[in-house]
């Protein structure tokens, strides 16, 4: 079968220009795709013109994923076919270890959380399905960060903007660089009371059947000095991997 180059170059643009959140520009998107100008411009500004990519009007025009697109990505979520594969993995986990179970996905500089699965006497958790919170200051987001392509994560995290949520809370680039870093070497990763003074969680990250990473799981519970959450970590991780497995991923993490 004969693909259509023209819709293959715009397919390669909408994907380049998702992967920036602090925009490209036209010159950018030749040299990474390597098109000529021309045909560059023409496609773009169709995009443009569609909604599908928004254009910042600076002193070089940048370009950033638009309105169209976005509305796209969220009717994909919500019809997301691999939710009803990984909904009844995660309700009888969240009953086996007792605590409140999350998937979520990252938006830009914040997670959002898709599913919420609960055991039989859950406690009360503000985070509600739809929800979003920082990257930075959550195990979901910390999980997905790690594991993005180190391009991604730098994009992402170069537009950052760090708040204080509780006394524990990362407020710096550095320190989440180097959180990151422990994440990738266990597999996993801990909100230690960053969020919420109360409560604790631990998350890993899910990965899709081209190695990719699609979002992430979480147990939260009210924080208990006398709990392992390290043993917790590697539970969770464990968790993930089945979830990833069962998605068609092969590779290892």
Same mark, same amino acid.
Do not use: W
């Given at each position: 079968?004969?693909?259509?180059?023209?819709?293959?170059?715009?397919?390669d643009?909408? !994907?380049?220009v998702?992967k %920036?959140?602090?925009?490209?520009?036209?010159?950018?998107?030749?040299?990474? @795709?390597?098109?000529?100008?021309?045909?560059?411009?023409?496609i773009?500004?169709?995009?443009?013109?569609?909604?599908?990519?928004?254009? *910042?009007?600076? /002193?070089?025009? %940048? #370009?950033?994923?638009?309105?169209?697109?976005?509305?796209?990505?969220?009717?994909?979520t919500?019809n997301?076919?691999?939710?009803?594969?990984?909904?009844?993995?995660?309700?009888a986990? *969240?009953?086996?270890?007792?605590?409140?179970v999350?998937?979520?996905?990252?938006?830009e500089?914040?997670?959002?959380?898709?599913?919420?699965?609960?055991?039989?006497?859950?406690?009360i958790t503000?985070a509600?399905?739809?929800?979003?919170?920082?990257?930075y200051?959550?195990?979901?987001? !910390?999980?997905?960060?790690a594991?993005?392509?180190?391009?991604?994560?730098?994009?992402?995290?170069?537009?950052?903007?760090?708040? /204080?949520k509780?006394?524990?809370?990362?407020?710096?680039?550095?320190?989440?660089?180097?959180?990151?870093?422990?994440?990738?070497?266990?597999? #996993?990763a801990?909100?230690?009371?960053?969020?919420?003074?109360?409560?604790?969680?631990?998350?890993?990250?899910?990965?899709g /059947?081209? $190695?990719?990473?699609? $979002?992430?799981i979480?147990?939260?519970?009210?924080?208990k000095p006398?709990?392992? #959450?390290?043993a917790? $970590?590697?539970?969770v991780?464990?968790?993930?991997?089945?979830?990833? %497995?069962?998605?068609?991923? @092969? $590779?290892?993490?």
């Amino acid at each position: 079968m004969k693909l259509n180059r023209t819709t293959l170059r715009t397919v390669d643009i909408l !994907k380049l220009v998702s992967k %920036r959140p602090d925009g490209i520009t036209l010159d950018e998107i030749c040299e990474r @795709l390597g098109l000529p100008k021309t045909s560059a411009y023409d496609i773009v500004t169709t995009l443009v013109q569609t909604g599908m990519i928004h254009v *910042a009007r600076e /002193q070089k025009q %940048r #370009y950033h994923i638009g309105l169209t697109a976005y509305r796209i990505g969220i009717n994909y979520t919500n019809n997301l076919d691999f939710i009803s594969v990984i909904e009844p993995v995660l309700k009888a986990f *969240a009953r086996e270890v007792g605590k409140t179970v999350f998937f979520g996905v990252r938006s830009e500089g914040e997670i959002i959380y898709i599913c919420k699965f609960e055991p039989e006497n859950p406690i009360i958790t503000t985070a509600t399905v739809g929800s979003k919170n920082p990257l930075y200051c959550t195990s979901l987001g !910390k999980a997905i960060l790690a594991f993005e392509e180190e391009d991604v994560a730098g994009s992402v995290m170069d537009r950052l903007k760090f708040q /204080q949520k509780t006394g524990r809370t990362i407020v710096s680039r550095e320190a989440l660089e180097a959180e990151l870093e422990t994440v990738r070497e266990k597999g #996993y990763a801990l909100d230690a009371r960053e969020l919420e003074e109360h409560m604790e969680c631990v998350g890993a990250p899910v990965f899709g /059947q081209d $190695g990719t990473v699609i $979002g992430a799981i979480s147990v939260s519970s009210l924080y208990k000095p006398a709990e392992d #959450y390290e043993a917790l $970590g590697r539970l969770v991780h464990k968790k993930a991997l089945e979830l990833s %497995r069962l998605l068609g991923y @092969l $590779g290892k993490f």
